[in-house]
């Protein structure tokens, strides 16, 4: 089961960040979601509280009706001209209530069942113009119809949760029943007073209703503010409300009078301007507890708003803040991530080539010194890494250096002991030619013959090390050579030169200077394709001249390499590998490299169409002296 890891410091550092930003964001959400439950609340409540208002225009417009209509039906008849616009009042009030009605705030669907009760407004009306309604039927219609709207309207306003809200809904709740009293009062009164006395249960009604007009207004300074206390004691002093006052002890005193010494207009005149002044401070309270409302809402929302603009700074300071405390580090980590980048791909292999590619008498210290490095402004574990990455540069020009001397200290000792060694067996070689010119003996002439090929050999063994160090030939030719002495010259530097077979040998000069180098080419990789093969068989040698150069071809027939042992060998004979970090037993490869390279040649090993490996090298054409003479090659041993 694989563990998951989190594998870059950007992401660690995120991770670290995220739980405080994370708790961050949770509180400032529960903040932001209790201001918009606020804010929310507070624009139901001033939908309700403009729903109520609504609603009791028309509540006012009814009670108006109810007490012309009462009036009507006690015998008046000076009220039917004034009920008709009071009729078109109620209609008007609501149209305008259904309206508000369809925009569906807090409390629409009650107020909607409420309206339910004026289903039969219509008929009431009718049987009022006709006479066929009692008075008692009107003012239990009409009063049944207010109490439910009333109700309805401020069924939502129970509980605001703001203290000054909640008081000035009270008040206009106490001041709504008190006029609802008085306007009953009104109608009820106006009624008995147009009938002329008392009938039935129209005294002990109206004194009910009296009692309860009295019971709503004392309710009011309780919770009502000062301007409205002041507003409601100016409406009860009024010359209107102590006539009323007067005609209610008139009509107490006289209930069981024939004929009450109040006349309906007096009484309705009066009531009426009583009634409005209630209303009137009814309108204000209302408009007190709506402009309270509206103030809850704004302040609401300039504190929802205040606390997702405190919330988007507090979430985008911290997400700025994690930014800038991760690139603070990742930065400067990036930067010597790219410094040490740069170290390993230029300014240290730019260093270890001048180092290598210094002169004999150039000081290697001077070579190998690296630019000094800008570091502005780090922290000081960041300055204490870059100082190490500092250190391990210094330690690889060093080494470098170190190394180099090595090399060059090698390099000259091997290229002293190659050429002390190619010398030798030039004399050698030198003193078995004159013994040869003078021996008759076939025997001594044979033995000499060997010896002359085993110095052959020793001396492209001295030769290979002279390449390996970078040293040129020693040997030079002064004219062209064809390729036929060139490749039997190869073939003279081998030790089973009988094996090799030279199928086709085509007519090509080689420049002098590089006849010694190429038949030591060739030498190598002949030597190598007759270790490879078998003892009874036989190594393939062709020579073509084609357009871009010449082409050699050695094919032998042993058990042939892997692709990957092919694409290394291949890799050496390009000259891509040092002989110091190589096969000892592999040596021959980097001589062709380094012989390839100088030469401008292309050595390749492929598979051969049987089995074993086929070596070819093309010779470029630079290479090829311009006058050609014929070369005749047969076919030998």
Same mark, same amino acid.
């Not at 990455?389 to 330690?395: E, K, M």
């Not at 030169?497 to 002098?512: K, M, N």
């Given at each position: 089961?694989?563990?998951?890891?989190?594998?870059?410091?950007?992401?660690?550092?995120?991770?670290?960040?995220?739980?405080?930003?994370?708790?961050?964001?949770?509180?400032?959400?529960?903040?932001?979601?209790?201001q918009?439950?606020?804010?929310?609340?507070?624009?139901?409540?001033?939908?309700?509280?403009?729903?109520?208002?609504?609603?009791?225009?028309?509540?006012?417009?009814?009670?108006?009706?109810?007490?012309?209509?009462?009036?009507?039906?006690?015998?008046?008849?000076?009220?039917?001209?004034?009920?008709?616009?009071?009729?078109?009042?109620?209609?008007?009030?609501?149209?305008?209530?259904?309206?508000?009605?369809?925009?569906?705030?807090?409390g629409?669907?009650?107020?909607?069942?409420?309206?339910?009760?004026?289903?039969?407004?219509?008929?009431?009306?009718?049987?009022?113009?006709?006479?066929?309604?009692?008075?008692?039927?009107?003012?239990?219609?009409?009063?049944?119809?207010?109490?439910g709207?009333?109700?309805?309207?401020?069924?939502?306003?129970?509980?605001?949760?703001?203290?000054?809200?909640?008081?000035?809904?009270?008040?206009?709740?106490?001041?709504?029943?008190?006029?609802?009293?008085?306007?009953?009062?009104?109608?009820?009164?106006?009624?008995?007073?147009?009938?002329?006395?008392?009938?039935?249960?129209?005294?002990?009604?109206?004194?009910?209703i009296?009692?309860?007009?009295?019971?709503?207004?004392?309710?009011?300074?309780r919770?009502?503010?000062?301007?409205?206390?002041?507003?409601?004691?100016?409406?009860?002093?009024?010359?209107?409300?102590?006539?009323v006052?007067?005609?209610?002890?008139?009509?107490?005193?006289?209930?069981?009078?024939?004929?009450?010494?109040?006349?309906?207009?007096?009484?309705?005149?009066?009531?009426?301007?009583?009634?409005?002044?209630l209303?009137?401070?009814?309108?204000?309270?209302?408009?007190?507890?709506?402009?309270?409302?509206?103030?809850?809402?704004?302040?609401?929302?300039?504190?929802?708003?205040?606390?997702?603009?405190?919330?988007?700074?507090?979430?985008?300071?911290?997400?700025?803040?994690?930014?800038?405390?991760? +690139?603070?580090? $990742? @930065?400067? &980590? #990036?930067? =010597?991530?790219?410094?040490?980048?740069? /170290?390993?791909? !230029?300014? %240290?292999?730019?260093?270890?080539?001048?180092i290598?590619g210094?002169?004999?008498d150039?000081?290697?210290?001077?070579?190998?010194?690296?630019?000094?490095?800008?570091?502005?402004?780090?922290?000081?574990?960041?300055?204490?890494?870059?100082?190490?990455?500092?250190?391990?540069?210094?330690?690889?020009?060093?080494?470098?250096?170190?190394?180099?001397?090595?090399? +060059?200290?090698? $390099? @000259?000792? &091997? #290229?002293? =002991?190659?050429?002390?060694?190619?010398? /030798?067996?030039? !004399?050698? %070689?030198?003193?078995?030619?004159?013994?040869?010119?003078?021996?008759?003996?076939?025997?001594?002439?044979?033995?000499?013959?060997?010896?002359?090929?085993?110095?052959?050999?020793?001396?492209?063994?001295?030769?290979?090390?002279?390449?390996?160090?970078?040293?040129?030939?020693?040997?030079?030719?002064?004219?062209?050579?064809?390729?036929?002495?060139?490749?039997?010259?190869?073939?003279?530097?081998?030790?089973?030169?009988?094996?090799?077979?030279l199928?086709?040998?085509?007519?090509?000069? %080689?420049?002098?200077?590089?006849?010694?180098?190429?038949?030591?080419?060739?030498?190598?990789?002949?030597?190598?394709?007759?270790?490879?093969?078998?003892?009874?068989?036989?190594?393939?040698?062709?020579?073509?001249?084609?357009?871009?150069?010449?082409?050699?071809?050695?094919?032998?027939?042993?058990?042939?390499?892997?692709?990957?042992?092919?694409?290394?060998?291949?890799?050496?004979?390009?000259?891509?590998?040092?002989?110091?970090?190589?096969?000892?037993?592999?040596?021959?490869h980097?001589?062709?490299?380094?012989?390839?390279?100088?030469?401008?040649?292309?050595?390749r090993?492929?598979?051969?169409?049987?089995?074993?490996?086929?070596?070819?090298?093309?010779?470029?054409?630079?290479?090829l002296?311009?006058?050609?003479?014929?070369?005749?090659?047969?076919?030998?041993?």
């Amino acid at each position: 089961m694989r563990t998951f890891r989190i594998r870059t410091i950007r992401h660690r550092l995120a991770l670290l960040l995220a739980l405080p930003t994370g708790a961050l964001v949770v509180l400032a959400s529960l903040g932001t979601a209790g201001q918009a439950a606020r804010y929310s609340e507070a624009g139901r409540s001033s939908d309700r509280v403009a729903l109520a208002v609504t609603t009791e225009s028309l509540v006012h417009q009814l009670q108006l009706e109810r007490g012309l209509t009462a009036g009507l039906l006690g015998g008046d008849e000076s009220f039917r001209a004034q009920l008709g616009s009071r009729r078109a009042g109620a209609d008007q009030a609501r149209r305008t209530l259904d309206q508000r009605l369809a925009a569906g705030p807090p409390g629409a669907d009650a107020v909607r069942s409420a309206l339910s009760g004026l289903a039969r407004l219509a008929e009431l009306r009718g049987r009022a113009d006709t006479g066929t309604a009692t008075r008692a039927d009107a003012l239990g219609f009409f009063t049944d119809a207010i109490t439910g709207l009333t109700s309805a309207a401020f069924a939502g306003l129970g509980a605001s949760g703001d203290d000054r809200l909640q008081a000035s809904l009270t008040t206009l709740r106490a001041l709504t029943d008190a006029t609802e009293a008085a306007a009953l009062e009104r109608g009820t009164l106006n009624g008995v007073l147009a009938a002329g006395s008392f009938k039935g249960a129209d005294y002990p009604s109206f004194v009910r209703i009296t009692a309860v007009k009295n019971a709503a207004l004392a309710q009011v300074p309780r919770t009502a503010t000062a301007a409205r206390t002041s507003a409601l004691d100016a409406a009860l002093r009024t010359p209107a409300a102590v006539s009323v006052a007067g005609m209610e002890q008139q009509a107490l005193a006289g209930f069981a009078a024939d004929r009450l010494p109040v006349t309906p207009a007096d009484w309705w005149r009066a009531a009426s301007t009583l009634v409005d002044d209630l209303q009137q401070v009814g309108a204000q309270a209302a408009q007190e507890s709506l402009d309270r409302a509206d103030g809850l809402r704004s302040a609401a929302l300039r504190s929802l708003v205040l606390d997702v603009a405190l919330a988007l700074a507090a979430a985008l300071g911290a997400g700025a803040l994690g930014l800038a405390a991760t +690139r603070s580090v $990742t @930065r400067p &980590l #990036a930067a =010597l991530a790219a410094e040490a980048g740069r /170290l390993a791909d !230029r300014v %240290l292999p730019d260093a270890v080539a001048r180092i290598q590619g210094a002169g004999p008498d150039q000081d290697l210290a001077e070579a190998a010194a690296l630019p000094a490095p800008e570091r502005p402004g780090r922290a000081a574990e960041l300055a204490e890494v870059g100082a190490a990455l500092d250190r391990l540069a210094g330690t690889a020009v060093r080494l470098a250096v170190e190394q180099s001397v090595l090399e +060059r200290n090698s $390099t @000259r000792s &091997l #290229a002293g =002991l190659g050429r002390r060694n190619q010398a /030798l067996v030039t !004399r050698q %070689l030198g003193f078995l030619s004159g013994l040869e010119r003078t021996e008759h003996d076939p025997g001594v002439l044979a033995n000499l013959f060997e010896l002359d090929h085993l110095a052959t050999r020793m001396r492209r063994n001295a030769e290979s090390v002279l390449v390996l160090v970078g040293e040129p030939s020693p040997r030079r030719w002064a004219r062209p050579v064809g390729m036929g002495d060139v490749v039997r010259a190869a073939l003279g530097e081998v030790e089973d030169y009988r094996r090799v077979v030279l199928r086709q040998v085509d007519e090509a000069l %080689l420049d002098g200077g590089a006849v010694a180098e190429v038949a030591h080419l060739l030498a190598e990789l002949i030597e190598n394709a007759l270790a490879a093969s078998a003892p009874d068989t036989d190594v393939e040698v062709f020579a073509r001249l084609t357009a871009t150069g010449y082409l050699v071809a050695v094919v032998d027939h042993g058990t042939g390499l892997t692709e990957a042992g092919l694409e290394r060998a291949n890799a050496r004979l390009a000259g891509r590998e040092s002989f110091l970090v190589g096969s000892s037993g592999l040596l021959g490869h980097y001589v062709v490299g380094r012989l390839s390279v100088r030469l401008g040649a292309e050595v390749r090993l492929t598979p051969s169409p049987v089995h074993g490996v086929t070596a070819t090298v093309l010779l470029p054409g630079a290479l090829l002296a311009r006058e050609a003479r014929p070369t005749l090659v047969g076919e030998a041993r």
